[in-house]
């Protein structure tokens, strides 16, 4: 529990307080599935009743656990340079994800992956496709993320595959200039990662033909589909030849992804990796401060501490993470704001610098933090509170990863 300068309510178990000062029944969610209608966490106007017990939360210390593949990079028979490439990324045993979904995509099939960011799907998908690449020259494939940074996440992990090898990629995000990349399609790629808006664009222009793309991969689909790109996505992937292998990721199994995969993959297999609840992983408490100059206050006493070492704050609006961003840097911090008006180098340059430890903080919008991967993050800060309680989980989630405890802080 974080000691702040300002007044702190008790909570006893089981009970919470509305703001006429009445007992409330209170039971901690257990929102499994994405069928299930999740709380709206009102916005915290006077007067207004906060459910903020869904926001303290005591970390369990999580063991390790080890899991034991039942296959190793070596089994695979992938060619020499792919496997030298493994080892140099230090990839010595396959993820439950990989393990279970490599041979399935080599042996050609259609595959649904239920898995999160930080399980390594990206390379269950791209090995498999890097090897098709490779066997068959006249093979190219196509991948679509709901962010820029993802898209450009996994096109970096697909270089890094494919060092030396001669295969060629283009990102097509939005946000970043057309033309190079109608320049790169042109010079002919093997593989072409997008978020589905760009990608549509540049089919409609007739600079991607998706007739010619035999591999998709949906990353993340319920991340796309939350972000409206359905229509993008079902008009990109009618398109697609009808003999085509297909790897659909989502965090989630909604309706909706059901009804996407039983529309575009053929007998499909399910591969699901269970990670355990984010949640357990994570301290999770409340800070208090009313006003605005109570909120930078209780920010500046956090980010002194020296445990706060690499924090991902959220706010909000994108103008928001630029006034905290210039606040803070008036107060000597070492911060970058990180949302969708900044050039997508700018983005960039943010993100790196956070996973390098040359900055202490980024201040993010939900839609821009969206997917990328930073490791070690050791605070999430909602500055802004979530609007809803998926949102948190998915923004708490970038903290607590693999066998480390994160803490997520929450101004109310
Ligand atoms: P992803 O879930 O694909 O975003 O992967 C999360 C992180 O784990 C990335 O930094 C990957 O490079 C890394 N990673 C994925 N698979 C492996 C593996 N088998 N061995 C070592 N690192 C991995």
Same mark, same amino acid.
């Given at each position: 529990?974080?000691?702040?300068?300002?007044?702190?309510?008790?909570?006893?178990?089981?009970?919470?307080?509305?703001?006429?000062?009445?007992?409330?029944?209170?039971?901690?969610?257990?929102?499994?599935?994405?069928?299930?209608?999740?709380?709206?966490?009102?916005?915290?106007?006077?007067?207004?009743?906060?459910?903020?017990?869904?926001?303290?939360?005591?970390?369990?210390?999580?063991?390790?656990?080890?899991?034991?593949?039942?296959?190793?990079?070596?089994?695979?028979?992938?060619?020499?340079?792919?496997?030298?490439?493994?080892?140099?990324?230090?990839?010595?045993?396959?993820?439950?994800?990989? +393990?279970?979904?490599?041979? $399935? !995509?080599?042996?050609? #099939?259609?595959?649904? @992956?239920?898995?999160?960011?930080? =399980?390594?799907?990206?390379?269950?998908?791209?090995?498999?496709?890097?090897?098709?690449?490779?066997?068959?020259?006249?093979?190219?494939?196509?991948?679509?993320?709901?962010?820029?940074?993802?898209?450009?996440?996994?096109?970096?992990?697909?270089?890094?595959?494919?060092?030396?090898?001669?295969?060629?990629?283009?990102?097509?995000?939005?946000?970043?200039?057309?033309?190079?990349?109608?320049?790169?399609?042109?010079?002919?790629?093997?593989?072409?990662?997008?978020?589905?808006?760009?990608?549509?664009?540049?089919?409609?222009?007739?600079?991607?033909?998706?007739?010619?793309?035999?591999?998709?991969?949906?990353?993340?689909?319920?991340?796309?589909?939350?972000?409206?790109?359905?229509? +993008?996505?079902?008009?990109? $992937? !009618?398109?697609?030849? #009808?003999?085509?292998? @297909?790897?659909?990721?989502?965090? =989630?199994?909604?309706?909706?992804?059901?009804?996407?995969?039983?529309?575009?993959?053929?007998?499909?297999?399910?591969?699901?990796?269970?990670?355990?609840?984010?949640?357990?992983?994570?301290?999770?408490?409340?800070?208090?401060?009313?006003?605005?100059?109570?909120?930078?206050?209780?920010?500046?006493?956090?980010?002194?501490?020296?445990?706060?070492?690499?924090?991902?704050?959220?706010?909000?609006?994108?103008?928001?993470?630029?006034?905290?961003?210039?606040?803070?840097?008036?107060?000597?911090?070492?911060?970058?704001?990180?949302?969708?008006?900044?050039?997508?180098?700018?983005?960039?340059?943010?993100?790196?610098?956070?996973?390098?430890?040359?900055?202490?903080?980024?201040?993010?919008?939900?839609?821009?933090?969206? !997917?990328?991967?930073?490791?070690?993050?050791?605070?999430?800060?909602?500055?802004?509170?979530?609007?809803?309680?998926?949102?948190?989980?998915?923004?708490?989630?970038?903290?607590?990863?693999?066998?480390?405890?994160?803490?997520?802080?929450?101004?109310?």
């Amino acid at each position: 529990m974080y000691t702040l300068k300002y007044k702190t309510r008790d909570f006893s178990p089981g009970k919470s307080r509305d703001a006429r000062g009445g007992a409330r029944k209170f039971s901690r969610p257990n929102f499994k599935s994405r069928g299930v209608a999740r709380p709206k966490i009102r916005k915290p106007k006077r007067g207004n009743y906060i459910d903020e017990k869904l926001f303290i939360n005591k970390a369990v210390a999580k063991e390790k656990e080890v899991y034991v593949s039942t296959h190793t990079f070596a089994d695979f028979g992938f060619p020499e340079p792919l496997l030298k490439n493994l080892v140099i990324k230090n990839y010595v045993n396959p993820s439950p994800i990989q +393990d279970q979904t490599i041979a $399935l !995509g080599l042996s050609g #099939k259609d595959v649904i @992956g239920i898995a999160n960011t930080g =399980t390594g799907k990206t390379a269950a998908f791209l090995l498999p496709i890097i090897n098709t690449l490779l066997n068959d020259k006249k093979a190219s494939a196509m991948v679509l993320a709901p962010t820029r940074e993802l898209a450009l996440q996994i096109e970096n992990e697909f270089r890094s595959f494919t060092n030396g090898m001669r295969l060629f990629s283009v990102s097509c995000v939005g946000g970043s200039p057309i033309n190079r990349q109608i320049r790169e399609l042109n010079m002919g790629v093997h593989i072409v990662i997008g978020t589905p808006g760009r990608v549509k664009d540049l089919i409609d222009r007739g600079n991607i033909k998706p007739s010619m793309f035999g591999l998709v991969v949906l990353d993340e689909a319920d991340r796309m589909l939350d972000m409206g790109f359905v229509n +993008d996505m079902r008009y990109i $992937l !009618g398109k697609m030849p #009808k003999e085509r292998q @297909g790897f659909f990721f989502s965090a =989630t199994f909604s309706p909706e992804i059901k009804t996407l995969c039983t529309d575009f993959l053929t007998n499909p297999v399910t591969v699901s990796v269970k990670t355990r609840d984010t949640a357990a992983s994570i301290d999770q408490n409340v800070v208090r401060a009313q006003s605005k100059e109570q909120k930078i206050e209780a920010l500046h006493d956090i980010l002194i501490r020296p445990e706060v070492k690499k924090v991902l704050i959220f706010r909000e609006m994108k103008r928001h993470t630029d006034d905290l961003a210039k606040e803070l840097t008036k107060r000597g911090f070492r911060v970058l704001a990180l949302h969708g008006d900044m050039r997508n180098r700018e983005r960039e340059r943010a993100v790196k610098a956070l996973a390098t430890g040359e900055i202490q903080a980024v201040i993010a919008t939900d839609v821009a933090a969206r !997917g990328i991967d930073i490791p070690d993050i050791t605070h999430v800060i909602n500055y802004d509170i979530p609007q809803d309680y998926d949102t948190y989980i998915h923004r708490i989630g970038r903290t607590g990863r693999g066998d480390k405890v994160g803490t997520a802080l929450t101004f109310i």
